[in-house]
């Protein structure tokens, strides 16, 4: 690297090839191309030594990763291997980095970029661009200069999303084309939560930046939602959007304004991710009129005093039976999010949380188990139960076939994870529900699995307003599944 150079490259790591884009790293690679940078992605889950001999060739001044808890370890010996290949300086945002920002004492780590990333790794380039040397006093960022580390301050958060350039996603399709083989796309519109759920990650993201309240949640216009889908639809294959923040439908004058405006410029189908709190008879018909056409609502647990006390989820059952049941009136499909195997809830509990999805009767109820991340309210709480012990390392990067918790018994636990796989298929045809509960009493099995999860495809599938081929249909399941042996086949020891 020259001092005063003005063509510098940056590469993006990404674990795997799935069915979304990563839009944090779409996000930041707008940004930096926007400002002169040359940014590619190279994705190493199906082929590490080739994926390792495009970066050589391509000879990046910079490596980002995104770390998740679970991933973190592979990626981190990733790069202390590539350092022996290749001169970089490597820097580590996303979850886990944002968290856990003291593995910039690990010999792959160069910068840590906590919270968000776009304006913070922009001033870090432009700065190192110009400097020839590595910046030691960018926000957001902890950073290693030989055997100092300097650790900075989180800036504001942007809360002028319109003023983000729309996220990059062309240099994934490019060079990776099986993120366009099928028509949904995620798209954000809002960032951030004001709510304090004790599995989720949000409060503890929002105690970094010291805010609560409305401070947490900022918006895009529609008008510049509506503004970027067009310029989407209009080069790649776009047949429903996802809107992947957390709380879309929060705000109600936002909500009735972005209906409105949606219906007259876009009016494809999408999806979104909300409280029942959140979804008065008003917002319901508003959407319902838009073509929103599935709503993802976390039930979570069946038993309400734990789902209020434990969880910090304030809904009732009942206001979530009749949330559900006025979507499914009015014609949006209802998707509900369910965890089984809480800390302390064991089998009994789990069966609670179907008897309420029996009752609320959602087109598809998804299934999955807690994972213990660090620093959430809910893995203090399982330490403190005795049922978790607090170890990073061990954390799973797949939460739909695995639990890290301890339960009263071996068959216990066994039931747990069986009934993962029959969750679904059991709210869809319970008059099976004998069958089904008899199924997770013999040990768990690769069999179980599978039709659990070809059972949660093909039902998904069917809920899609459009139809994908059964070809591009399977190749995309072939993709996940090979992925996911992959990543599960290295483990977090390399």
């Known amino acids: 690297m020259v001092s005063g150079a003005e063509y510098m490259k940056i590469a993006f790591v990404i674990n795997q ?60 010996r990733l790069s202390e291997r590539l350092k022996g290949r290749l001169k970089f300086i490597g820097i580590f945002g996303g979850p ?5 920002p003291e593995i910039i004492q690990d ?3 160069d910068a840590v970029c906590l919270g968000e990333g776009e304006l913070a790794l922009a001033e870090f380039m432009e700065q190192y661009r110009e400097k020839g040397a590595i910046p030691t006093d960018i926000a957001n960022f902890w950073i290693k200069d030989g055997n100092k580390i300097f650790k900075n301050k989180v800036r504001p958060l942007i809360s002028r999303l319109d003023s ?70 209009g080069r790649m294959k776009l047949d429903m959007i996802s809107f992947v923040d957390d709380c879309f439908s929060l705000d109600r004058e936002w909500t009735m304004d972005f209906c409105k405006v949606y219906r007259e410029r876009v009016n494809l189908p999408f999806q979104i991710n909300t409280r029942v709190e959140n979804l008065d008879a008003d917002r319901i018909a508003a959407l319902a009129s838009a073509n929103c056409w599935l709503i993802h609502i976390g039930v979570e647990s069946g038993n309400e005093d734990y789902r209020k006390k434990v969880l910090k989820r304030g809904m009732s059952n009942q206001l ?85 918790l301890q339960f009263d018994s071996p068959s216990e636990k066994r039931r747990i994870i069986n009934l993962r796989s029959f969750f679904n298929l059991s709210v869809r045809y319970p008059r099976l529900w004998p069958i089904f509960n008899f199924l997770t009493k013999l040990p768990p099995n690769p069999l ?10 093909f039902f998904l599938w069917k809920i899609l307003p459009y139809r994908i081929s059964l070809k591009d249909f399977f190749l995309l399941v072939w993709q996940y599944i090979t992925s996911y042996r992959k990543i599960m086949g290295r483990g977090v020891s390399n």
């Open 17 to 76: 090839v799935q069915y979304s884009i990563p839009l944090g790293i779409a996000y930041c690679a707008a940004v930096l191309k926007n400002r002169g940078f040359d940014c590619q992605v190279f994705e190493i889950s199906h082929n590490e030594e080739r994926a390792q001999a495009e970066l050589c060739a391509y000879s990046p001044d910079v490596i980002g990763f995104s770390l998740y808890s679970g991933t973190h370890q592979g990626l981190i």
């Open 96 to 100: 886990h980095a944002t968290f856990f």
């Open 107 to 109: 010999s792959g780590v």
């Open 164 to 233: 983000l350039p729309f996220p990059d996603r062309m240099i994934f399709i490019k060079k990776y084309p099986i993120f366009n083989l099928h028509g949904i796309k995620h798209f954000l519109a809002h960032r951030g939560c004001p709510y304090h759920c004790t599995f989720c990650f949000n409060h503890a993201f929002n105690r970094i930046y010291g805010i609560s309240g409305r401070d947490c949640y900022h918006s895009r216009s529609p008008e510049n939602i509506c503004e970027e889908i067009e310029l989407e639809r």
């Open 320 to 404: 979530l039976i009749s949330t559900i049941k006025l979507c499914r009136q009015a014609g949006i499909h209802i998707l509900t999010e369910n965890m089984i195997g809480l800390p302390s809830e064991g089998y009994d509990g789990a069966i609670n949380t179907l008897k309420l999805n029996f009752e609320a009767a959602p087109d598809f109820s998804a299934a999955s188990f807690f994972t213990p991340y660090p620093k959430l309210e809910l893995t203090r709480f399982a330490v403190e139960e005795g049922v978790y012990q607090d170890e990073v390392g061990e954390l799973p990067e797949d939460y739909m076939h695995r639990t890290l």
């Open 448 to 457: 179980f699995r599978i039709i659990g999860d070809i059972a949660d495809g």
